[in-house]
């Protein structure tokens, strides 16, 4: 696109949605609906995409934001699973080196809990293999000392050994964004807070666009398309009852549970995967001046709009803590975030939430509707290819689509070579961030959010604040995601822009008047409007930080 993904574009964008015919409409903004709409865009599909809420709203802002092959779906012999997000880590992170940040995880070995060293390394071994890990970079075996020297906090009692093997983090929300915004470079089309409420159907009854609520202005949009996908993650099916097509297989949502608790009372020295006395297996990863824990896994038939932590998922994962480390003990009161999520799988008789398989599938209804589900957040560029493959073979068989090529588009361009230019560059916005008066340690948080257009929110804050100190940098980041990231409450900014209710509370009371009054400003709210923005801020710190028993 030739303009800014701004929040004064989304007139243009909506009028498009309303007068054009499209190749394809994608139904959902999380990490599937993005990269099917990337994917389709860059092969020359003329692509649409709605979200009911904003970009990430789901389940791909509540994950454990991981970019990993799960180690334990080898247990389940999910191999080919395996392989591919094993496989996709690396590229994934090559697209993007400041969102996808390599990151050693250790395993602790016992003698009582799971596995035992010879099947572990076996284990490990196989993991690395099947994704193609690079050779500096495989598992390595650790001897009690050598595991308790790695990680001083475990408790000594049981441990007998460790390992040491490599992983991704990043931060979910961010990465859906950014594809939505390479998606949108490529040509497409996305718009958050249009919900899709009924499909509009040809005389022969395929489905060929829809009606859907634009929750922004109050107005009603139809979208025409050849072909519709369902990407609702765990609204996958109401989508599919709407199209009259929920037959055979259906979802089954488990909810999973991370709690944030400060870095000081909880200092890992690196990020650690656990096993608990129940066989599960729990991670605990040092982000800024945070630690977070997670995750759970339980049937959920609550509503799935509002997914809280109760008070039992809480204690759960600090007693899984308390177990395994040393004092002292960490209390409810010490938790200060928390998120919960569904996870999209799909059914199986007779299998508990946590045997259930993660794999991806994709369901065509005699109407033409596809709806995909299941998979990972990690495999979301796979999964698109055959979404779109699909879309091609059925929707446009007559017409030349080259093959999909996500894997050489950077989701940031010009984008760092490897995360060694990363840390340059973050060594570089310190030195400019001290020069400014401001706190050298958000530069870290600054290149892992906006990657290099941190250089442009340095260049903000030295010609119109002149300073770095908390509120022009809040003011300056949000001047940016505001006219680069459509951006358009202050929930988009606080919690999936930023992650500031998960993983700095305290920044974001401080900063929340003032984000208040700059929407007000630039949206001409009333104070009716206001009032209705800022509860949703304030119930959504109550949920995160206050848990009732179930
Ligand atoms: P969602 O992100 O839920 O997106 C669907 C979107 O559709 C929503 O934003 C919703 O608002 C929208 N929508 C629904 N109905 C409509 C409508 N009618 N009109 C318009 N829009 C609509 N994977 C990993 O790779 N690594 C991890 O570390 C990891 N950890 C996880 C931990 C937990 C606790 C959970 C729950 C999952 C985890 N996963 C992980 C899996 C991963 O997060 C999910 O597979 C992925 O985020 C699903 O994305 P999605 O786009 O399919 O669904």
Redesign the pocket.
Known sequence: MNFEFSYQNRPRIVDTLKSQKFDLLI?????????IALDAASRGLKTAL???????????????????G?LRYLKQLEFGLVRE?GSERAVVHRLAPHLVIPEKMLLPLYEKRGFGSVLTSFGLMLYDRLAGVRKEDRRKMLTRRQTLRQEPLLREADVKGGAIYAEYR?D?SRL?IEIVKSAFKQGAWPCSY????AFNYSADGRVKG?T?IDHFTGGTLDIEADAVVN??????D??RE?DKSKHGKRLHL?????IVVSHDRFPVHQAIYFNVDDGRMI?AIPRGATTYI????TNYDGS??NVTATLEDVNYLLSAVNNTFKPGKLKVEDVMSS??????LIHEDGKSASELS?K?EIFESPSGLIS?????????RKMAERVVDLVCEKFFEEREIEDSRTGEILLEEPGFANYHEVAKYIGSVARELNMLGGDQRFASYLVHTYGRATTGILHDLRNNFKSADNSSLVSAELDYSLHNEMTLSPADFLIRRTGMLFFDIERLRQSLDQVMGIFKERFHWSEDKMAIERSLIEDSIKFASHFKNQ
């Open positions: 139904i959902g903004g999380g990490i599937t609906g993005a990269g709605i979200e009911k809420n904003d970009f990430a709203f789901g389940t791909s802002s509540r994950s454990t934001k991981l970019v990993h799960g997000v990043t979910d859906t249009a919900e899709a409420m829809v859907a990407a609702a993650g765990p609204w996958v109401e989508l709407i488990t909810k999973g549970v991370h991670f997670g995750t759970t896994d799935k709009d998120w919960a999520g569904l996870r999209p993660r991806d995909i589900a299941g998979g990972k957040l990690t495999g979301y």
